[in-house]
């Protein structure tokens, strides 16, 4: 379903009552500029033996990247789970995002394209018009919170300094002089009429002579005399001339509140596609006026608004699974689309989205978790969902309002894109639980064949000690990093005993990838080679959660795993971050809660 900025407004209620709904929200971009071959060049001529480089700089080079350049569309498949069906039922919306604020013009956004990215979406049939046009406008958090600080000050006129007018800028003096003068006769009326006053341009009428105004710098003028002078009135702009009044307490007070209406009825507007972000990730929907969804037929605003004041007390502090497809770039443009600056360190990012979306899955993870060959691992989207699509269970299907890609098949458009994500997830994770085996003895470690970096842990190699290294599983192919080699000798030992068992006997996943799975796949090139390390973490299966696992094991390949699973201690909070020294980027552990 496309959402357009003429149909946004009588689609938000629908949106949001899909994500608040939604057993998980697939998303994509569409961006004007990517992180480009320059980046690599510079990279290289600081470490000349063209080492691969760390999370960190890659982080850096992506973040530079996200500053310069805007997401010009936004893809999201909302998916619902009919367990009475045994269905998922998908939802896509595709968005084109307007860079250019129209309702509140204080915050200047510069932006940029990228040659080679433009090239590439036109040869995809991207129209570069479209976001200009049709695009739904938006604030990131910081954007509002800027916009509101700049209407704070405009409001509170004290703050505004005063001008120094030249001894020689005679224009100015004049200026004043005369609305001296025209001030005190006006308070010196014998008549309590008129009770203000007019104050134009000199000898000119601005309703007979338009162009014959007071300018900013004039008006301005007047409104630091008045204040200065006669703080017992106060001065109105008016078309092209100041109206006098006296000050009314009551009166400035009302017209306070009507500004401030005003203003932030235009702040929903301008915060547009944020809104959706916000359910997304369990924020702050309060400031959305129910009200303003359907204004002809009150019975129906009146139900519209009960509908929507119940998703949105539904969504206050849950945040919606997230999910995307290399997903490490995506997650650094979305937060500073929607959010604001991005930090300097990649540990504060991975806090702060961890912070924002507690549990985020990319499916190119799963897809080259614990790869047997790396050389033969196609993760593309589309390769993995010509693969996973022959099989007929988990079983999904799109919503009646939702035909678009029933038929249509938009390669890299972000909606289309985000559809697939969802596919490959619902089917991908169905086939690797199915094939799995859990271990359920309690105190188990959950991934013992895979190193990650947390935010508290940093993000070099080299900060693992020889000890912590010595268990890791090598799954590299040819050339070894240097700091990774002394796991190698580990590695091949067990290795030798299985294909797909790792060193340690406390993997919980001891089983082919997908990739076996589905069979020979065309290799990838882009895939980093890397060396797999024990993980730290340890989250102990209770006997609810053992029971629960055994339950499960019946509906293994039909449903997805249930997110209260130990199989998303795996494969949930981890990016897949190729080309980097450390290969994988963990934002955080999988929350968990021992529910019934």
């Known amino acids: 379903m496309d959402v357009t900025r003429y149909t946004f407004q009588h689609q938000l209620p629908s949106l949001i009552a899909a994500i608040a709904d939604a057993h998980f929200v697939a998303f994509d971009l569409e961006l004007s500029g990517i992180p480009g071959k320059q980046s690599n060049k510079l990279r290289l001529q600081d470490d000349p033996a063209g080492g691969k480089p760390s999370l960190q700089q890659r982080y850096e080079e992506t973040k530079k990247a996200a500053e310069e350049y805007q997401v010009l569309q936004l893809g999201l498949t909302c998916v619902g789970e009919n367990r009475d069906r ?19 013009k204080d915050v200047e956004r510069i932006f940029s394209y990228q040659s080679a990215a433009v090239e590439f979406l036109m040869k995809h049939d991207f129209r570069m018009e479209a976001p200009f046009l049709e695009g739904v406008q938006y604030f990131s958090r910081a954007e509002e919170a800027t916009a509101r600080l700049l209407a704070t000050q405009r409001q509170n006129k004290t703050s505004i300094g005063d001008m120094q007018i030249k001894p020689d800028d005679a224009a100015a003096i004049e200026l004043i002089e005369r609305l001296r003068e025209e001030v005190i006769a006006w308070k010196n009326r014998t008549t309590p009429m008129p009770d203000f006053m007019n104050f134009t341009a000199l000898g000119f009428d601005p309703i007979l002579h338009p162009d014959r105004v007071l300018n900013s710098f004039q008006r301005r003028l007047v409104h630091q005399y008045i204040k200065t002078e006669h703080p017992d009135l106060v001065t109105i702009t008016r078309q092209g001339f100041m109206q006098i009044v006296a000050y009314d307490k009551e ?31 369990g924020g702050d929907l309060s400031t959305i006026n129910p009200y303003n969804f359907h204004t002809t037929v009150k019975s129906r605003q009146e139900k519209a608004a009960a509908d929507f004041i119940r998703v949105r007390e539904q969504l206050i502090g849950n945040s919606t699974v997230l999910v995307g497809h290399n997903l490490f770039l995506d997650l650094i443009y979305f937060h500073a689309c929607f959010f604001g600056p991005l930090p300097d360190r990649v540990e504060d990012f991975q806090r702060a989205i961890h912070e924002l979306f507690p549990r985020i899955i990319d499916t190119k993870y799963l897809a080259t ?4 060959d790396p050389v033969l691992a196609d993760s593309s989207l589309e390769k993995l969902d010509e693969r996973l699509s022959k099989q ?4 999904l299907e799109l919503h009646p309002e939702h035909p678009k890609y029933a038929i249509a098949k938009p390669a890299h458009e972000a909606g289309f894109d985000s559809y697939l994500t969802a596919k490959v997830l619902i089917r991908l994770s169905g086939t690797l639980e199915k094939s799995g085996s859990y271990l359920e003895e309690k105190g188990k470690s959950l991934d013992d064949n895979e190193d990650y970096y947390t935010p508290d842990e940093g993000h070099s190699p080299e900060r693992r000690s020889s000890e912590e290294s010595s268990g890791g599983v090598s799954i590299y192919a040819s ?3 240097k700091n990774v080699a002394a796991s190698e000798e ?9 294909k797909y068992t790792p060193t340690t006997d406390r993997s919980t996943f001891a089983n082919p990838t997908v990739f076996d799975l589905l069979g020979d796949i065309p290799a990838d090139d882009d895939l980093a080679t890397l060396t797999l390390q024990p993980q730290k973490s ?21 449903r997805m795993p249930a997110w209260e699973s130990s199989f998303w201690d795996v494969y949930g909070n981890k990016l897949r971050v190729n080309g980097t020294a450390e290969g994988v980027c963990n934002v955080g552990f999988w929350p968990y809660q021992d529910g019934p």
């Open 86 to 104: 045994g269905v998922y039922v998908t939802r896509p919306y595709n968005i084109f995002l307007n860079p250019v604020p129209e309702e509140i």
């Open 490 to 498: 580990t590695s091949k030992s067990s290795s030798a005993q299985s």
């Open 251 to 281: 009166q400035e007070d009302a017209n306070l509140r009507y500004r401030n209406r005003i203003f932030d009825e235009k702040m929903v507007k301008q915060v547009g596609l944020r809104w959706i972000v916000e359910a997304i990730c």
């Open 479 to 481: 050339s070894v990093p």
């Open 369 to 372: 978790h614990n790869i047997s």
């Open 538 to 558: 340890v989250r102990p299966v209770s006997k609810k959660q053992a029971k629960r696992d055994k339950r499960a094991e019946a509906e293994m390949g039909k």
């Open 392 to 395: 007929a269970e988990p079983s």
